[in-house]
């Protein structure tokens, strides 16, 4: 399988560009007379500038919490040609993800919310989403590193990426001034760190899987932490076995663990865990920084990178997923759409999401990194660091596949004396699934 994520080097030569000091930087798109203009045109409905569309344009959007709700509306407001009537259409966030195929082949909208990587580029093979290599003609701002993960097999580009953010143990930083408490950098300092929330009546680590998703990120720093990145890449492309013993060793570390975290995690939401953490009720939080977004006073949050639990492999690998918008195979509205693609790849869209959802990171290279806060700062700073970065478990691998694993996590954080036949049981699931991918693709 051929992963569509950018490699390490590339991702690194990207974030790398974006100093968080150095304030807005050169080489947005030109804005001129009320439209976006380009150095090169576009083919078919596309003209290579923003003002020659018209009629209803519609979004479908997973933003149905409160910040990045608002922020998609800013960048709609920002968009700068009044002939496009746009309607937004939100679904709740999980239903959105699990029913992103029936989304997509009915075709209602025109552009929809998406991920970068293998999920992408499957619904591309599938000829779900359509081909916007001239909008990419037209982008300035964004490096080989993010037009790689929007490339699929063909080679053309089918999502615009708007922002990424990076996994990490996140915290409440007036909970760990109060009790003296530092960030861990190792597995014995996490270890000692745990006992001492354990001991405060704290619990160490906050634990949510409402749509079983959520956990997919402590398996993903576990495998990374424990066998490395290339390991990883491997496990997810279907090319290494569940019922390894490198595989099983990821799950033994995970059940013991889990004495440190919140029961029912299945039944509790990210948001409910990240209010947990706020008010100190949880020391620690294994997700995504936007976390933040969920919390009522998003400054007292800060995090740290997942701890070393191999001296040889070391931390140096995380997930720091890409979001942004890809256009369905038949829009209703294909200029519209492609104008509204281009927009969304600008600085002034991306700073405009920004102000009303600072929980991630620009895509553009010439966004205004001088408003970041600590966290996006620290983010970026983060994700610049590292030698190999991943998409997220469910954004790495077969949607089939990866909806099974997220199965067997859930079952496995209640029931973690039945691993031997639960890893079985996917690694089964696994081999089937791939088969009848590699036969029909």
């Known amino acids: 399988m051929t992963h569509s994520y950018p490699t390490p080097s590339a991702w690194n030569d990207d974030v790398q560009r974006r100093s968080v000091l150095k304030g807005a930087a050169a080489g947005g798109l030109v804005v001129a007379g009320g439209g976006i203009l380009s150095a090169c045109g576009g083919g078919g409905d596309f003209s290579g500038e923003i003002g020659n569309a018209s009629g209803t344009l519609n979004i479908g959007s ?23 009537d746009v309607v937004i259409n939100t679904l709740d966030h999980n239903t959105y993800q699990e029913n992103i195929t029936t989304i997509l082949q009915a075709q209602d909208d025109d552009v929809l919310a998406w991920f970068a990587g293998f999920r992408n580029k ?8 359509g081909d916007i290599s001239d909008v990419w003609d037209n982008i300035d701002g964004l490096g080989e590193g993010f037009k790689a993960a929007s490339t699929a097999s063909d080679g053309n580009q089918y999502f615009v990426p708007t922002s990424f953010y990076t ?12 009790n003296g408490w530092s960030e861990p950098t190792n597995k014995d300092e996490l270890l000692s760190l745990a006992e001492d929330m354990m001991s405060a009546g704290i619990t160490p680590f ?19 932490r424990i066998n490395g990145y290339d390991y990883h890449v491997d ?63 998003a400054s007292v949050m800060d995090f740290f990178n997942f701890p070393e639990l191999d001296s040889s492999i070391g931390a140096a690998a995380l997930d720091a997923p890409i979001d942004g918008f890809q256009m369905v195979a038949s829009p209703t509205n294909e200029g519209a759409a492609k104008e509204m693609l281009l927009h969304m790849s600008t ?9 009303a959802d600072p929980s991630v990171v620009a895509s553009n290279s010439g966004a205004n990194t001088s408003v970041y806060n600590d966290l996006q700062k620290k983010s970026s700073e983060l994700a610049s660091a590292a030698t190999g970065i991943s998409q997220f478990l469910d954004r790495d691998t077969i949607p089939d596949f990866a909806s099974a694993a997220g199965d067997m996590f859930a079952e496995f954080i209640e ?10 049981d996917l690694e089964e699931k696994k081999v089937a699934i791939f088969a009848d991918f590699n036969e029909t693709n």
């Open 347 to 355: 600085p002034a869209a991306q700073d405009a999401y920004l102000g």
């Open 206 to 224: 906050a634990f949510a899987n409402d749509g079983k998703w959520p956990i997919m990120g402590t398996f993903d720093a576990l495998n990374l």
């Open 415 to 424: 029931n973690p004396g039945d691993v031997d036949t639960l890893l079985s």
């Open 235 to 297: 496990l997810m492309g279907g090319n290494e076995s569940w019922t390894d013993d490198r595989t099983r060793a990821v799950f033994s570390t995970w059940a013991d663990l889990l004495p440190f975290h919140q029961e029912g995690a299945n039944g509790r939401t990210w948001q409910e865990a990240a209010i947990d953490m706020e008010e100190g009720r949880v020391g620690m939080y294994l997700l995504g920084t936007f976390a933040a977004s969920a919390l009522t006073d």
């Open 62 to 84: 997973n933003a149905s919490d409160d910040a990045p709700k608002a922020g998609l509306k800013a960048v709609v407001d920002a968009f700068p040609n009044s002939d496009v």
């Open 167 to 178: 996994w990490a143990v996140n915290y409440n930083k007036n909970v760990f001034s109060e």
């Open 122 to 129: 499957f619904f591309a093979d599938q000829g779900l989403v």
